[in-house]
């Protein structure tokens, strides 16, 4: 069983169109997060979800809408793609801690690569 | 102001040798996470080791351990016997405290460690 799975893995649209990449977890996490990851293997988080409310929303263009339907879920839909939305997505989660110090490490999706030509 | 610095943007070790990855950090909070993963050219990201800010001791995972000098604000990553499996991106990370006491995973620009045999 893949602990945090995205789908789909290659995505390749045309500019303009909407897309969308689903995440699921299934390790009892309650924080999710989007990362993206551009050419330069640059890691950017996007948004986090704790118990399926929004808790970091980076400066990120409002064309990106994520969602959570549940604390195992997180999926981020994209409207009217650009050649600069191109890179690697990944989710990933991790356990909820008050303390930075404490809980686990980030456990990631083997990452969703999309193309905008 | 970078959160996570990675100073070195490639390396070479020979086979069989250590080799030590660079991280510096910067945070006022007292009490925050640190992490090194791993990210072959195959795009999975894998955790190595993780060293909290309250541990005293230095964390080892194997072949890994982390170099932690909490004053100097650095946390290198250390690769004993290095191995041609190794050769991949290496990331630095830190999670710290957000207001509103969510925390927050911020990567570095990553260090391309090539191991020659």
């Known amino acids: 069983d893949t602990a945090v799975s995205q789908t789909p893995k290659y995505l390749v649209t045309q500019m303009g169109n909407d897309k969308s990449i689903k995440c699921e977890q299934n390790l009892g996490h309650d924080t999710m997060y989007w990362y993206k990851q551009d050419s330069k293997k640059f890691l950017k988080i996007m948004f986090s979800y704790n118990n399926k409310e929004l808790i970091i929303n980076e400066t990120v263009p409002n064309r990106f809408s994520p969602k959570s339907p549940d604390k195992a879920h997180l999926n981020l839909h994209i409207n009217s793609l650009e050649l600069g939305d191109s890179a690697v997505y990944f989710c990933?989660?991790?356990?909820?801690?008050?303390?930075?110090?404490?809980?686990?490490?980030?456990?990631f999706g083997e990452g969703s690569r999309l193309t905008v030509l | 102001a970078q959160k996570i610095t990675q100073t070195q943007p490639g390396m070479f070790v020979q086979e069989k040798e250590a080799v030590t990855l660079d991280c510096t950090y910067d945070t006022s909070d007292q009490s925050y996470g640190l992490f090194w993963y791993k990210q072959p050219s195959s795009g999975e990201m894998i955790f190595l080791i993780y060293q909290g800010s309250y541990d005293e001791q230095n964390a080892t995972e194997g072949r890994y351990s982390l170099n932690f000098q909490k004053a100097r604000k650095s946390a290198n990553l250390v690769i004993s016997a290095s191995q041609l499996g190794d050769s991949a991106m290496y990331f630095c990370?830190?999670?710290?405290?957000?207001?509103?006491?969510?925390?927050?995973?911020?990567f570095g620009t990553g260090t391309k460690l090539q191991v020659i045999p």
């Open positions: 990933a989660s991790s356990l909820h801690s008050r303390l930075a110090g404490a809980g686990g490490e980030l456990f």
């Open positions: 990370a830190m999670r710290e405290r957000q207001s509103g006491g969510y925390q927050k995973v911020t």
